[in-house]
């Protein structure tokens, strides 16, 4: 099968372990990733607080080359690219005498990464390629606000109580727990600006881990990865409490439990040191 | 009774602010520019409920939407709450009038920037200004770039100094650095004058 793939600006930077697993993963899967040609920024947080109309054409660009490419799917991991498409997507289709500009069709639709893998490949795709189940590991899911709302953009049924990760981590073999945080903000870019108020968001989220008895949290969102792990020491050091919380993608935990031999190379890229965590389980 | 009577009476009387013909203007542009109804709106405190950064704001969502209406124009382009919306969408998702208030808030933070007043936060209009020009520089996102920039405007390097926060992020972007994820060089790509076009459009 073969999808065109927008990887966006963080997975080829501050989120690259989320690049590297989600294509080794894919090509386990045979699921065919057709970059876009030259595609641009989506504009994240940053265009649409600047300017309605820029943050909608940038993304549109990218559709339009998508639309060009021919594929039906354009599977996007980072979940603000994902909802900034979106956007793009929603507006171009709903008020096109507005954006004349761009001859969009909808003939290309663009798909969170993590709900390509659990609804179009499906979750028996998945367990046939399972060589080493996780057991023993527990885990929360934090799935992240943008591949969720707004609904009506997303077109997400379940956004108050995702499942599809919570699905696929317990076909890998992990004890997913619950917990009432999936859906809850870290703070986004405000690390940037307003970096006490993601202390306070994030370490609210540690806590209701750690209540909820899990070992880890498995994002599915390169800024809620980065808010979680890179910012875990200075978070310690400030609430003067040591958090010892390794932060998965999904995408690793799956390439972990298929045996890829790359396994490594990603989990060297985290801050907190996720290997403690796994030799402890006897997964790596 | 007269516009002019009516504003003076409100004037005079210390009553609270109430919605007239006269700052109707505010409302109706906030309108037409986010394409939402706020109108609909009846202080069930939905969204204010749900925020979760509304322990850090200074007007609480629900708040800025009455203010909106009542045309209190200048108070709420000076907020710092519609600088610390994260956009994280839980007030749009869960409106009972479907009022999607990241999207009026991101109205109000571009008048704001136009208007000219004093802003409610200062970093983060500088922040999303170097977010923005990086992207129109290269088409995509040079994050080694964006932060120099970005810290330069803010130009509170003592402050930061003194703080520590200097030396805790040089030391985070060292670690980045080491694991590949920061780059010391930027990409550019091809078509970065369409990207130039689209600026020029907006």
Redesign the interface.
């Known amino acids: 099968m073969k999808v065109s793939y927008y990887p966006g ?1 963080s997975l ?5 372990e989320y690049a590297e697993s989600a294509e080794v993963v894919c090509k386990i899967l045979d699921i065919g990733l057709e970059e876009l040609d ?4 989506c ?12 943050a909608i ?2 993304a549109a ?1 990218n559709l339009e080359i998508a639309e060009k490419a021919g594929l039906k799917d354009l599977v996007i991991p980072c979940a603000a690219c994902f909802q900034r498409t979106k956007v793009a997507e929603y507006e171009l289709l709903n008020h096109p005498d507005s954006h004349k ?1 761009f001859s969009y069709k909808g003939d290309v639709k663009a798909k969170d990464l993590l709900n390509f893998i659990c609804e179009d490949v499906g979750l028996d795709s998945v367990i046939k390629k399972i060589k080493k189940p996780l057991k023993e590991l527990k885990a929360v899911c934090y799935y992240g ?2 591949t ?5 953009i997303t077109g997400e049924k379940n ?1 108050e109580n995702p499942q599809n990760m919570d699905k696929l981590l317990t076909a890998l073999g992990v004890e997913v727990l619950s917990w009432p945080y999936k859906t ?2 870290c ?4 690390i ?3 970096p006490d ?1 993601v202390r ?2 994030v370490k609210k989220l540690y806590e209701m881990a750690l209540l909820a008895g899990a070992e880890c949290i498995v994002a599915g969102c390169p800024l809620c990865h980065g808010n979680l792990d ?1 910012r875990q020491e ?1 978070i310690s050091r400030e609430f003067g409490k040591e958090y010892d919380l390794p932060i998965f993608y999904y995408t690793e935990l799956m390439g972990l439990a298929m045996g890829s031999n790359e396994t490594t190379k990603w989990l ?4 907190v040191d996720p290997k403690k965590l796994l030799t402890l389980k006897n997964l790596i | 009774m007269a516009t002019q009577e009516l504003n003076k009476l409100e004037k005079d009387s210390h009553l609270p602010p109430s919605i007239t013909p006269s700052n109707t203007k505010f409302s109706e542009l906030v309108m037409k ?1 986010s394409g939402e109804n706020i109108n609909l709106c009846y202080q069930c405190q939905k969204c204010s409920a749900g925020c ?2 509304s ?2 704001m200074d007007i609480l969502p629900h708040h800025i939407i009455r203010m909106v209406q009542l045309g209190l124009e200048e108070k709420v382009l000076q907020s710092k709450t519609i ?2 919306c ?5 007030c ?2 869960r409106c009972p009038n ?1 009022i ?1 208030i990241a999207k009026v808030n ?2 109000l ?2 008048k704001a ?1 136009k208007s000219g007043l004093s802003l409610g ?1 200062k ?2 209009p500088l ?3 170097a ?2 020009s990086s ?1 129109k520089k290269r ?3 040079y ?1 080694l770039g964006m ?1 120099q920039e ?1 810290t330069l405007k803010c130009g509170d390097f003592a402050e930061k100094f003194k703080a520590g926060d200097f030396l ?1 992020d040089a030391k ?1 972007g060292l ?2 650095f080491i ?5 010391l060089y930027p ?1 550019k ?3 970065v004058n ?2 130039k076009k ?2 020029k ?2």
């Not at chain 1, 080829?12 to 690259?16: R, S, Y």
């Not at chain 1, 969720?148 to 009506?152: D, H, Q, S, T």
């Not at chain 2, 994260?86 to 839980?90: I, L």
């Not at chain 2, 694991?179 to 780059?183: G, M, N, S, V």
């Open positions: 600006c080829h930077g501050t989120a690259l030259d595609w641009n920024c504009g994240a947080s940053s265009a649409h607080s600047t300017d309605t109309e820029l054409s940038l660009r500009n606000c943008l969720m709302r707004p609904p009506r956004y809850d903000c703070g986004g870019s405000l940037l600006t307003r108020i306070v968001l890179q200075e060297g890229r985290h801050l | 520019e979760p950064i322990f850090a600088w610390l994260s956009a994280c969408e839980t749009g998702t479907d999607d991101d109205t933070k571009q920037e936060e970093n983060a922040f999303h200004s977010f923005v992207i088409g995509r996102v994050e932060i970005y805790r985070l670690k980045m694991r590949r994820k920061l780059k990409q790509i091809k078509g369409e990207v689209l600026f459009q907006t």
